[in-house]
């Protein structure tokens, strides 16, 4: 069964910093790999997406993520945090066989920015 | 503009009272999808319709029923079964590869 774990339920950086989100995925198939930002009480927006095409997948808003089949990984960065980024992240799993396109979410991680 | 529209954004239940949630979306995706996300949790998937007039369960259907009469419509109905239903609806459609867009909620709370 496939699953998603997002280490660090809350993660805190300052402003212009380092972001690291981690999300590693556990698939019996080759997966499809995606990470959303949510604001509170808002839905959720698509930041990027793996469709096993290059490994290192390009974002909006800065971010970009590295699909490492080796760590079963797909964490998420931006080299500069910015104050608007403090938000809930999510990352998600689905199976590239899977018509269906359900995905499985991460518990979510918290961004902290700190000024 | 092409989306996903939900409505109403707050609703108020009452003990024994069933509410239906509203999910309109234009961007002529065939599959949609409902979830229910809890403070501090991930989203959990209720249910998902790949095609008009056929819908499947999903990890937590117990206490909800959906329709999928029209293409662009995908109702939720939650039912005096559920007995915890306060939480925040979201619902989804899915685009080429899987990836899904959301509305931007429904947040239900029981009186």
């Known amino acids: 069964a496939q699953s998603v774990t997002q280490l660090g339920s809350h993660v805190s950086v300052s402003e212009g910093a380092l972001v690291l989100l981690r999300c590693n995925y556990s698939s019996s198939v080759p997966p499809y790999l995606f990470w959303y930002v949510q604001y509170p009480n808002q839905g959720l927006q698509l930041l990027l997406k793996?469709?096993?095409?290059?490994?290192l997948v390009k974002g909006i808003n800065g971010f970009e993520a590295e699909f490492k089949k080796s760590e079963t990984s797909f964490h998420l960065t931006k080299p500069s945090a910015h104050m608007s980024d403090a938000a809930e992240y999510f990352c998600a799993v689905s199976e590239s066989g899977d018509s269906s396109y359900k995905l499985i979410f991460g518990s979510g991680t918290r961004l902290l920015v700190r000024p | 503009d092409g989306g996903i529209t939900q409505s109403p954004k707050y609703l108020f239940r009452k003990e024994g009272q069933n509410v239906t949630l509203s999910c309109e979306q234009n961007l002529n995706h065939d599959a949609m999808y409902w979830y229910r996300q809890d403070p501090g949790q991930g989203l959990r998937l209720i249910y998902y319709?790949?095609?008009?007039?056929?819908?499947q369960k999903g990890d937590i259907a117990e206490g909800y029923s959906v329709s999928r009469e029209k293409k662009e419509s995908f109702p939720l109905t939650v039912t005096s079964a559920q007995k915890n239903p306060t939480a925040f609806y979201l619902c989804?459609?899915?685009?080429?590869?899987?990836?899904?867009?959301f509305g931007p909620g429904t947040r239900l709370t029981v009186l």
């Open positions: 793996y469709t096993s095409a290059a490994t």
């Open positions: 319709s790949q095609i008009v007039n056929d819908f």
């Open positions: 989804a459609s899915s685009g080429l590869v899987g990836e899904q867009f």
